[in-house]
Each structure stands twice: as structure tokens, then as C-alpha cells.
């Protein structure tokens, strides 16, 4: 299990490395340029020179490199500083300074050249961790809560299959295959916004959570982003659990468990459940990265000021860098969740063997 | 002794007359039709598919033309509940905030939607067939192909889609014009991001089909590759092409109006499902209608095609067939 582990881990590098290529060189084609919005008094050499400050003017093979170096050796450093440096967690560490670099102009240590955004002239990667738990809370919660209503509801309808229950079940689950979020967004806030006026119909990203009125409010505006996504969520989980509870039912297993004289609930909730989960989890590991694509629209619907919200501001705005770190960001959750997904497989069911 | 014979015979036929052979496809039909769900979607996919083809003959109205001193009125049944609300009789859906026609506007954005939609999903079952029939046909190619499957399948699908319609939207629209230029570019990266499922389907149908006695019947007769992909192969792929053709339809007009929705999609004046949706969302409060009926008809549209796809494949496979 080791060797195949690490043995992914090594063939996810090439992958990466042909992922971030192709970022990279989609956005060279860009007609965009990042000195449009430069006064026209300023002298043409100097605009050079900040271009080459923006790091463009050198060939395009040199500025993927450092592309590279800035985004897999510069940005862990920083981290690694950081969390040496304020967190509670590795505070009492020796400081580090992997990321400083000796200036011989200034003559100090100063950090070394990061990512830096078009568009807010400082680093990326620190708007990333500005906006990552805004978007990490309600993608976050809509998982968990689509995943704790879709289990029960594929159990039951796989256990009463055909039956009334099953039947209004899957055709929730097909609306919910069917209805894009960029309508269930809007229909949700007509109806408990609009008419019912339960919850607010914008995400309030400035919200401090600081006593119980304040965490009551926070809630509730949290409640129709949540439920939007977790619609998608359950829909799809839950078809998943239904089909793979269905398959477990019929094996000779549950009839033997069953003539021992276990109840039904230890046969399905214990037996069954179990077997059936492998399949499911997998699933369920799958769905994470591309429920982070999902929630670009729900962020532009809600408001909520995430990381998806950021790709389409610095899409708009043609801020390229963060265009690219964050589409990379993206395609990095998608390949190691696709690992921990074939790990966890191979983890729990010990009839799969990868060797 | 010819008289005991012939009992002999006699006792070996069926007592009953022989039923009427049926082909396959009268079979795969009658297993449709047992399951109504998909007998209804089919059938809102195929008026949908005539109301946007057939609809601006039926209603005559210019959906770009503005009206603007009819601006904002509510659809005809709101009369029903509120009598001081301002209906028209000839706009029976509405208008928006500039006197355009709302129902006019549907069958418009409809026709936008829809040709997207069967165009991309088209182009993609073309590229998936076309890779899973090489890659499970031909071993050298098996290889890279899957690889470079896995590859595509590990991008982040629609923050791509958004960058690449940023991209290549100045270019097209100046070659082929705002509309036709949009066109190519959705159809186009709606269908080079969403072959991959198509792709893998046919290329493990394809490996268990090239082992059976008919494909080495053909090849000793010396069929050439071609003629057993076009005679043998592809007509049994038919079935899981089928199916994955309706999740396809299904998922590129989502992606259309998403597109649409996010304002990526096509020119501001051009109305598209996803288009009117976004469009209406800022004033929801006062005019939910508008957000409802484009709403609607992408909601309803895209069940229909899961639930037809549901029973197509209930239809296509022979093992559940005839239970």
C-alpha cells in the first residue's frame, strides 16, 4: 500500500508539471496587457523597466521556471516563516528564514520575489489565505451536510427499494442532477429571502463572529449558500449509496447474517453499511475538488467573497498571475484528491490490491 | 410407421403459432415505453426542441425589439391575484426593463441554448468516439491516449472553460462575427473539456468486443481496420454512445447558460437562457417571474434529458430488457 502510494505521489508530479504547462502557456496567449492602465505620460523606458519588474520581459521558458521556483520553493518558505513566526501552533520554533534573501542594496535580509498580483499589487498567495475560509466554511458545510442527508436517504430508499419513499427520492435527486445552482440559487433566495424573509439573501463577508447573536446571524446567512450546494451533494451521493447498499443486499453475506438471526437494523446499519461505504467514500473524496469549481457560481450568486469569487474578479480584471496560481490551485486539489481517493479504496477494501 | 414419424415430429413443434419475429430496436422500444419517465422527457425534449425551431413563426414578435413605453409589465396571470398589476394581453409573459418581450425572448434564447447544446454535445461524442475506438482498437495507441484522458480529466473544468472563453473571444469574434464567433468558441471548449467519460465508455466496450468470434471471422476474410470499426464495432458501441449523448446534452447546456450566467457567454444583446436568468437577477424582488421562466426552461429541459437518458439505458441494455 506504501509502494502504491508513493509510487502516485511520484507519477502526480508529471501530471502536475503538464497541468501547470498548460496554464501557464493558455494564459501566455492572453491579449491582455498588465501596462494598459499606465498613464500614456509615462516614457516608454520605463515602462519597460517595470515591465521587467512584473517579471515580463524575459523569454517565456525562463518566466514558467520561475513561475515554478516562486509557487513550489518561494510560497512553502513563506509558509514555513510564518508559522514559525505568528502561529500559536509552531510559534515556539526557532524562527526560520527560508525565505529571506540577502539584499545587497538595502543591505538587510528582505523576502524573496513572490507571486505577486496585477490587480492588488501584493502577493497572491496572501489573498488566498485572506478569502480561503470564507469559501472553505460554506463549501465546507454544504459538503458535510449533503453527505449527512444523503447517506440516510440512499440506505432507506436501497432497503424499501420501489417503494414510495424510493420513488420521490430519485426524482429529488434527478431535480437535483437537473436544476443548475445559478437557479436554485435565485429560486431559494425568492422564497425564503423574498417572501418568507427567514434568512438574508447576501452572504456578509465583513460578519464578525464575536457572541451568540452574532453566531445566530452568521448561521443564518449561511443557510442558503449551504443549502444550494448540499442540494448537488446529496443528489449525487445519494445515488451512489443507493446503487451500492442495492448491490450488498443481494450478497450472500446479509442472507447469513440474516439466518444467524441478527436483527434488521445490525444487518443493514452494520453489515451492509460497511461494505457499501467503500464505493461511497471514494466518491465522496472524488466530489471535493469539483465542488470547489461548483461554488464559483454560488460565491457570484450569495456574494460570498471566496476564492471563487477572487477567479472571476482577476478573470475580469485580466490579473493574470492569480489567474493562473489560483486555476493551478485548483488542479493541484483535483490530482491529490483523485490519489486519496484510489488510497482510500485500497485501504478499505481489502479485496482491492494495486501491486 | 411414416404416421408414427410424423408424431414424433409433431411433438417436437410448438403447440402455439409462432409469434411475429421482432427486431432489436422493437424491443429496445418496448422497454421504453414501460418507463414513463423517460417517455415524458423524451417527449418535452422533442417539443422544447419544435417550440424554439418552429416558435418566432408561431409568435411573430422581434424578441430584440424595445418597447419602451410597455416596459415592465407583469405576465398575464398575475391579473389573477393582483388586478392593479400591468398585464397585456399581447405579451402574454411580459416585458423587461426595456419593453422586450419575454416570451419572444425565451423561444429566441431556447433556439441559442439548444443548438449550443446539441452542437457541443455532437462535436465531444465525435472526439470520444474517436479516442476510445483508437485507444481500445489500436494497443500502440492505447497507452498514451488513456494517459492523455486522465490528463484532461484532472483540469479544473470550468475555471479553464472561463479563462479560454476570455481568451479566444476578441479573435473569434473579429473572424466570424459577435454571434457566429461566440458560437464556435462555446461550442468548441464546452466540447474539448466534456469527452473524457464518452472516451473511457467506448474504450472498454471496444477491448471486449475486438476479442469476440465475429471480429476474427471478419478479419480472416482480411476486412480491413476500417471496415471492421465502421461494420462491427461502432454499430455496438451504439448503445453506451446513446446514453452518454443525453449526459452530454444535458451538461453542455448547463454549461452554456453557467457561461452565460457568469457574463462570459454570448454578446450582451444576444438572449440565451443563462443570459435572461442573469439578467433578471438583480431585480428579482420586484419581477421574480423573470428569473423563474428562463429558470424553468433550462430546469425542465435538462430533466428531461436525464430522465431520457435513464430509460435509454433501462432500453439499451439487453439484460434488463424484456423483464
Request: aromatic content about 12%.
Amino acid at each position: 500500500m506504501l509502494t502504491f502510494t508513493i509510487r502516485r505521489l511520484i507519477l502526480s508530479v508529471p501530471t502536475l508539471l503538464f497541468i501547470s504547462l498548460v496554464i501557464f502557456l493558455l494564459l501566455q496567449l492572453a491579449p491582455g496587457d498588465p501596462m494598459a492602465q499606465v498613464p500614456l505620460t509615462v516614457p516608454p523606458e520605463i515602462k519597460e523597466k517595470m515591465r521587467e519588474a512584473l517579471g515580463l520581459g524575459q523569454p517565456i521558458h525562463i518566466q514558467y521556471i520561475k513561475w515554478l521556483y516562486q509557487f513550489f520553493i518561494v510560497e512553502p518558505q513563506v509558509m514555513i516563516d510564518w508559522m514559525t513566526r505568528d502561529t500559536f501552533l509552531f510559534g515556539w520554533l526557532p524562527d526560520t528564514q527560508f525565505s529571506m534573501v540577502y539584499n545587497a542594496d538595502l543591505d538587510r535580509m528582505v523576502t524573496e520575489q513572490r507571486v505577486i498580483s496585477w490587480q492588488w499589487r501584493g502577493p497572491v498567495m496572501d489573498v488566498v489565505i485572506q478569502r480561503l475560509p470564507q469559501t472553505l466554511w460554506v463549501v465546507g458545510m454544504a459538503y458535510v451536510v449533503g453527505i449527512l442527508i444523503s447517506i440516510p436517504i440512499g440506505i432507506y430508499s436501497a432497503y424499501r427499494q420501489y417503494s414510495v419513499f424510493d420513488q420521490a427520492g430519485t426524482f429529488i435527486t434527478m431535480i437535483g442532477f437537473s436544476v443548475p445552482p445559478f437557479f436554485t440559487g435565485p429560486l431559494l433566495g425568492i422564497i425564503f429571502a423574498v417572501q418568507l424573509g427567514w434568512f438574508p439573501l447576501l452572504y456578509d463577508t465583513t460578519h464578525e463572529v464575536n457572541n451568540w447573536d452574532t453566531f445566530v446571524t452568521q448561521l443564518k446567512q449561511m443557510v442558503l449558500p449551504v443549502m444550494v450546494l448540499a442540494l448537488q451533494t446529496t443528489a449525487q451521493i445519494s445515488r451512489y449509496m443507493r446503487a451500492s447498499v442495492l448491490d450488498n443486499l443481494n450478497q450472500d453475506y446479509v442472507r447469513t447474517a440474516r439466518s444467524k438471526g441478527l436483527s434488521e437494523a445490525v444487518v443493514v446499519m452494520v453489515h451492509v453499511l460497511r461494505n457499501s461505504m467503500i464505493p461511497v467514500i471514494t466518491v465522496i473524496a472524488l466530489g471535493i475538488p469539483s465542488i470547489f469549481g461548483g461554488a464559483i457560481i454560488t460565491e457570484v450568486v450569495f456574494g460570498v467573497s471566496g476564492i471563487g469569487d477572487m477567479f472571476i474578479r482577476a478573470l475580469l480584471s485580466n490579473d493574470l498571475p492569480t489567474v493562473q496560481t489560483l486555476a493551478f490551485i485548483f488542479a493541484i486539489l483535483i490530482v491529490m484528491f483523485n490519489l486519496l481517493a484510489d488510497v482510500l479504496y485500497g485501504v478499505f477494501d481489502p479485496r482491492i490490491r494495486y501491486d | 410407421m411414416t404416421d408414427m414419424t410424423e408424431d414424433h415430429f409433431a411433438a417436437l413443434k410448438d403447440k402455439e403459432p409462432a409469434k411475429e419475429p421482432r427486431s432489436q430496436w422493437q424491443d429496445v422500444w418496448s422497454q421504453f415505453k414501460k418507463h414513463k419517465g423517460a417517455v415524458f422527457g423524451g417527449g418535452f425534449l422533442l417539443f422544447i426542441t419544435l417550440f424554439v425551431i418552429f416558435g418566432p413563426w408561431i409568435w411573430d414578435v422581434d424578441p430584440k425589439k424595445l418597447d419602451i413605453r410597455n416596459k415592465d409589465v407583469r405576465p398575464i396571470w398575475t391579473a389573477l391575484w393582483n388586478g392593479d398589476a400591468k398585464t397585456l394581453w399581447y405579451r402574454p409573459f411580459g416585458t423587461d426593463n426595456l419593453g422586450r418581450d419575454l416570451l419572444a425572448n425565451i423561444i429566441a434564447g431556447g433556439r441559442a441554448s439548444m443548438s449550443v447544446g446539441w452542437a457541443a454535445m455532437i462535436l465531444s461524442l465525435i472526439i470520444g468516439t474517436g479516442v476510445g475506438v483508437l485507444s481500445g482498437y489500436f494497443r500502440r495507441m492505447d497507452f498514451w491516449l488513456m494517459r492523455f484522458t486522465d490528463l484532461v480529466l484532472s483540469l479544473p473544468i470550468l475555471p479553464l472553460l472561463l479563462v479560454a472563453v476570455v481568451l479566444f473571444r476578441q479573435p473569434l469574434r473579429s473572424n466570424f462575427g459577435p454571434e457566429m464567433g461566440m458560437f464556435i468558441l462555446i461550442v468548441g471548449v464546452i466540447s474539448v473539456t466534456s469527452w473524457m467519460q464518452t472516451a473511457r465508455i467506448v474504450r472498454g466496450e471496444i477491448l471486449a468486443l475486438k476479442e469476440r468470434e465475429f471480429i476474427l471471422a471478419a478479419r480472416s476474410i482480411g476486412t480491413s481496420n476500417a471496415k471492421i470499426i465502421t461494420r462491427h464495432l461502432l454499430p455496438n458501441v451504439i448503445s453506451p454512445i446513446m446514453v452518454s449523448a443525453t449526459l452530454g446534452l444535458a451538461t453542455a447546456i448547463i454549461t452554456e447558460s453557467a457561461l452565460s450566467f457568469l457574463g462570459f457567454g454570448f454578446p450582451s444583446d444576444f438572449p440565451t437562457w443563462g443570459k435572461l436568468l442573469a439578467d433578471a437577477v438583480p431585480r428579482m424582488t420586484e419581477y421574480p417571474e423573470r428569473v423563474m421562466l428562463p429558470g424553468i426552461a433550462i430546469s425542465l429541459t435538462v430533466l428531461g434529458v436525464n430522465y431520457l437518458g435513464d430509460g435509454l439505458r433501462d432500453a439499451l441494455d439487453p439484460r434488463i430488457r424484456g423483464r
